[in-house]
């Protein structure tokens, strides 16, 4: 194999990188293709590249590349990427060739080194999956077809930061018993028996990797449906394909790793959200539904192809030969009816053990690739299992019943080879097969700037004219007159729906007169709606009235609390005033202050003493001069005051928080009831330093514990913890008893 680059690139791939980059056609290309970005930058009337978005930056490069498709500068490119790349590989079978002497032909070196330059690009850029669409009809390589269904079936559809892998892992490293089904020894019993007694999966066989992988998908698969029921026996069969792929990559006497059982639970869980309903075929009225509009369509394909397997299927499930119909709409019936019994568990289970190995992995691959093609797998669905029937045909004529039918194509079905399908698909089916998927790889690049939506997709911009510059007045005329027409249309189909109803209803009137119904007249209907309007107008006056009032009462008593507030301010104030032994000031403020003012006075205040509050009359002036020699009382800082309401304040939450708990005056049962939980926090620390002698052998150290892989800490935690669970209900079995005892 070739030496990988420092990117995980093959060797020659880099090499063959390096030379296009070189050559002149690449430059002229590149040149073309800056003239194109910037033509569009000038005509979106930005200035630099750098100021787009990257999901813009993208858009403009699709869009100039598909200007200079099949251009002259385009075509050389082609011709010189196709001969260097030729000339790389060569270059590089040959030097293997020469230096490693390898015991593979020179063709089988060039397709693996091919094969591995595609898995390189593949991984680093998975949006180029649609690529494989080259692959339609073809079996992928094993290391290739499992990087595409890889790429097909990653649950990229929410998001995936949690992914199915993702949450899957970190369900194991959390809580692995929510990963184990209810019934996993059930399936593990039918994974054991599907897998020795199936001939078409003989290969899997004798490894204890893929039936340990088989049982711990199918069973997380189970959990995460959250249902008593079983899991389908279907479901056993349709993980089966997965295991075949993943095969390389389980250990033969050995479980599989965590990573690989995640792979292949994402892959799994996404096939089975994807599959159409007429695969997974529930039994619900949808799902039958969608059944026979399968079965139609093969039925059809099957009558247009080969008349002489459907001859063959309608003598089978005839009532008998005397009673055969012999109308055209006749043997239809009959032969839906016998494709319906024949194909349904050929699609429940999607082939498996109705055909060998290569040839169901064939059909998955091809499946598979075309998953995000809209009705691609039905289409392939409906061809395999008409090429089916038509490969047994010869068979189908010699059985004698239907039951022997369905037997046999389960027998027959697994000689078909790979080669058989492949040649009739290539002569009936190929060309419409390929261009439903090339169809959207096809499509127009849609349009960014709003000036452009008027003018076709980029083809050939050189030879266009540029499109005239819209004002953003002009614009938003024609956006207001869009929207003008769409209200319009809109009101058209409102008045046509009133009118509809209208109508109705008066065909119902109509038709109840008939029958003798006596119904009130239009006069009688007006008087009535004129009777309910006047009772909701005089029903909205009265409580207009009710709400003035309470309007009312609420403005009244606004004004006395700010006037009782304002006198209770100015009694304080006064006080305040006796208590310093000075002449009042002078009111600064109104009459009738606010409740906001009221509270940050009184915050900002000190509180008045006890000897404030006594009335006491005016000193004389020789006992005023005295007290003014006095030293005054200290009065609080902001500060200090700030820490005294605040402390205040906890003491009354505190004292409201015991008083809750305990009730008033129980200071007694606050006390039991401490003593009562410091006695079972210290029984409580006895019970674990005994647990860890118990399981443990001895008392842990600090630290010890944390010291443990995570398996043995959560194993020794459950069962310390049942020890613990244990003596807790004997000491409490042993109080009850005494308590009995003593009444």
């Not at 097969?433 to 690049?445: E, N, V």
């Not at 009562?676 to 052998?697: M, P």
């Amino acid at each position: 194999m070739a030496t990988g680059g420092p990117q995980g690139y093959p060797k020659w791939l880099l090499n063959c990188k390096q030379s296009v980059n070189d050559s002149k056609d690449w430059n002229v290309f590149l040149r073309e293709l800056h003239d194109a970005i910037q033509q569009q930058l000038t005509e979106s009337h930005v200035q630099y590249f750098s100021d787009l978005s990257e999901a813009e930056k993208e858009l403009f490069m699709q869009r100039a590349t598909k200007a200079l498709e099949g251009g002259t500068s385009y075509n050389n490119l082609m011709k010189k990427v196709s001969i260097l790349m030729d000339q790389s590989l060569n270059e590089e079978v040959s030097r293997q060739l020469l230096e490693e002497s390898p015991m593979d032909t020179k063709s089988d070196l060039i397709i693996e080194n091919a094969e591995e330059g595609a898995l390189s690009l593949l991984k680093k850029w998975p949006d180029m999956k649609e690529k494989l669409h080259v692959c339609l009809n073809q079996p992928l390589p094993p290391p290739l077809r499992q990087l595409a269904w890889r790429l097909h079936l990653s649950d990229t559809k929410v998001d995936y930061l949690w992914s199915l892998r993702k949450k899957y892992i970190d369900l194991l490293n959390t809580n692995p018993r929510a990963a184990i089904s209810p019934y996993d020894y059930e399936i593990s019993q039918k994974c054991d028996q599907l897998l020795n007694s199936e001939p078409t999966l003989s290969d899997l066989k004798g490894s204890v990797g893929n039936f340990y992988g088989m049982k711990a998908v199918l069973s997380y698969h189970h959990s995460a449906q959250k249902t008593k029921n079983r899991l389908r026996d279907v479901d056993h069969l349709l993980v089966v394909p997965f295991i075949q792929v993943a095969d390389t990559s389980m250990p033969k006497k050995e479980p599989p790793s965590g990573r690989v059982v995640a792979l292949l639970v994402e892959e799994f869980e996404t096939f089975m959200k994807e599959r159409p309903g007429f695969v997974e075929d529930s039994g619900s009225d949808l799902h039958n539904e969608e059944v026979r509009a399968f079965i139609d369509k093969v039925a059809t394909m099957l009558t247009a192809k080969y008349p002489e397997s459907v001859k063959n299927i309608v003598e089978k499930f005839s009532p008998s030969k005397e009673k055969i119909v012999a109308t055209e709409a006749g043997n239809q019936a009959v032969l839906r009816e016998g494709l319906m019994t024949i194909c349904r568990p050929m699609l429940r289970s999607l082939f498996v053990t109705y055909l060998n190995p290569n040839t169901l992995l064939y059909v998955w691959d091809n499946y598979i690739i075309g998953l995000d093609t809209p009705g691609f797998t039905t289409e392939w669905l409906a061809i395999v299992l008409v090429t089916i029937l038509a490969l047994t045909k010869d068979k189908i004529k010699e059985a004698s019943s239907a039951a022997v039918l369905e037997k046999m194509l389960q027998t027959e079905g697994c000689k078909i080879t790979v080669p058989q399908i492949q040649y009739e698909v290539k002569q009936h089916y190929y060309k419409d097969l390929f261009s439903m998927l090339t169809r959207d790889s096809k499509a127009a690049i849609p349009v960014l700037d709003p000036t452009q939506a008027q003018h076709p997709p980029w083809r050939h911009w050189y030879n266009d004219v540029i499109p005239p510059f819209t004002k953003p007045q002009d614009r938003r005329k024609a956006r207001e007159e869009r929207e003008a027409e769409r209200e319009r249309l809109a009101q058209q189909q409102r008045d046509a729906e009133t009118a509809r109803r209208e109508q109705e209803a008066r065909d119902r009137r109509t038709r109840l007169r008939q029958y003798g119904v006596n119904l009130p007249t239009r006069k009688d209907e007006e008087e009535e709606f004129l009777k309910m309007s006047a009772l909701d107008r005089q029903r909205v006056e009265q409580e207009r009235i009710k709400l003035e009032e309470q309007i009312q009462e609420e403005r009244r008593r606004r004004v006395e609390a700010e006037r009782h507030a304002a006198s209770e301010i100015e009694r304080l104030r006064l006080e305040v005033a006796a208590l310093k032994n000075q002449k009042p000031p002078t009111p600064a403020y109104s009459p009738a202050p606010s409740v906001s003012s009221y509270i940050s006075r009184q915050l900002l205040a000190p509180p008045p003493s006890r000897i404030s509050t006594q009335t006491a009359p005016r000193p004389p002036p020789q006992q005023v001069v005295v007290a003014k020699a006095r030293t005054p009382t200290p009065v609080q800082t902001p500060v200090e005051q700030k820490n005294k309401i605040v402390s205040d304040f906890l003491n009354r939450v505190l004292f409201g928080i015991n008083k809750v708990a305990h009730a008033e005056d129980q200071v007694v049962e606050k006390e039991e009831l401490d003593r009562a939980t410091q006695g079972y926090l210290v029984q409580n620390v006895r019970d674990i330093k005994q647990a860890q002698k118990e399981v443990f052998g001895q008392q842990l150290k600090p630290g010890e514990f944390d010291k443990l892989p995570p398996k043995d800490q959560q194993d020794k935690s459950e069962a310390m913890i049942r020890l613990m669970q244990k003596w807790r209900e004997e000491r409490r079995a042993k109080e009850l008893a005494r308590d009995k005892d003593a009444f």
